[in-house]
C-alpha cells in the first residue's frame, strides 16, 4: 500500500499562474482533506470531502478550489497563484471509526509563488 | 474560533529521560484528540490517538487525557535522538475535522 501520494513534490509559479495538485490514496478511505502548513500558523485546512461527490470549505479556502474525481482522488486546483500562496501543501485521508477520525498524510507538495 | 495550544518550545531533554508535551483545547465538545510527530521537511505522521479520559499506552508513547480540564499531554519515556521531531497536538471538531495546534519541538541530545 503507497498509503496517500501527492504529486508534485516541488513547484515554483510565477504569480497569476495556475496548476492542480494532485492527491490520491489505496486505503478505501471516505473522506480526504487538503492543508497548508506555514511557520508559526501550524496546519490549516483548505478543503474537505467527506464522501465521494461532497466538498466543504475549511478554515482559508479562498483562492483555491477542489474536485473529488472519485473515491481514490483529490485534486486541489490554484486559478491564479499569489505569493501568499507560497506553503507546503498537504494531502490526507480519513476513515470514520466508531468515536474518531485518524487522519493519514501524504507527503507534501512544496509551492514557491515568485 | 476553535483552538489547541501548545507551547512552541523547544523543549530540550537528555537522552534517556522522559519528555512531556502538553497541550490544552478549547472546544468542550471534542470528542478525540490525535498526537503526530513531524520530522522537519516531512509530513505529519499519526503515533497516538485517545478518546476516553485516563491514560493510553503503546511501546514508550503514553497519552493522556483529562476532558475537565481540557488537557491532553503525550510522555515519551526512554527518549532517543531520534525522537527530536516537532509533535502536533490535534482535536476533532465534529464534521471529520481536526484542529491542529501548531506544535511542540523536541530536542532529544545525547
Known amino acids: 500500500n503507497a498509503g496517500v501520494t501527492q504529486t508534485p513534490k516541488f513547484q515554483v509559479l510565477k504569480t497569476g499562474q495556475s496548476m492542480t495538485l494532485q492527491c490520491a490514496q489505496d486505503?478505501?478511505?471516505?473522506?480526504m482533506y487538503w492543508y497548508r502548513q506555514d511557520p508559526g500558523m501550524g496546519l490549516r485546512l483548505i478543503y474537505y470531502?467527506?464522501?465521494?461527490?461532497?466538498?466543504d470549505k475549511g478554515e482559508v479556502p479562498n483562492g483555491y478550489n477542489v474536485s473529488r474525481l472519485n473515491k481514490r482522488e483529490f485534486s486541489l486546483r490554484l486559478e491564479s497563484a499569489a505569493p501568499s500562496q507560497t506553503s507546503v501543501y498537504f494531502c490526507?485521508?480519513?476513515?470514520?471509526?466508531?468515536?474518531?477520525?485518524?487522519?493519514?498524510f501524504g507527503p507534501g507538495t512544496r509551492l514557491t509563488v515568485t | 474560533q476553535k483552538e489547541v495550544e501548545q507551547n512552541s518550545g523547544p523543549l530540550s531533554v537528555p537522552e534517556g529521560a522522559i519528555a512531556s508535551l502538553n497541550c490544552t483545547y478549547s472546544d468542550r465538545g471534542s470528542q478525540s484528540f490525535f498526537w503526530y510527530r513531524q520530522y522537519s521537511g516531512k509530513s505529519p505522521e499519526l503515533i497516538m490517538s485517545?478518546?476516553?479520559?485516563g491514560d493510553k499506552e503503546d511501546g514508550r508513547f503514553t497519552a493522556q487525557l483529562n476532558k475537565a480540564s481540557q488537557y491532553v499531554s503525550l510522555l515519551i519515556r526512554d527518549s532517543q535522538p531520534s525522537d527530536s521531531a516537532t509533535y502536533l497536538c490535534?482535536?476533532?471538531?465534529?464534521?471529520?475535522?481536526?484542529?491542529f495546534g501548531t506544535g511542540t519541538r523536541l530536542l532529544v541530545s545525547p
Open positions: 490526507a485521508s480519513s476513515e470514520a471509526g466508531p468515536m474518531f477520525y485518524e487522519q493519514y
Open positions: 486505503m478505501n478511505h471516505n473522506s
Open positions: 470531502s467527506a464522501s465521494e461527490g461532497t466538498t
Open positions: 490535534a482535536s476533532n471538531t465534529g464534521f471529520q475535522k481536526l484542529v
Open positions: 485517545i478518546y476516553s479520559n
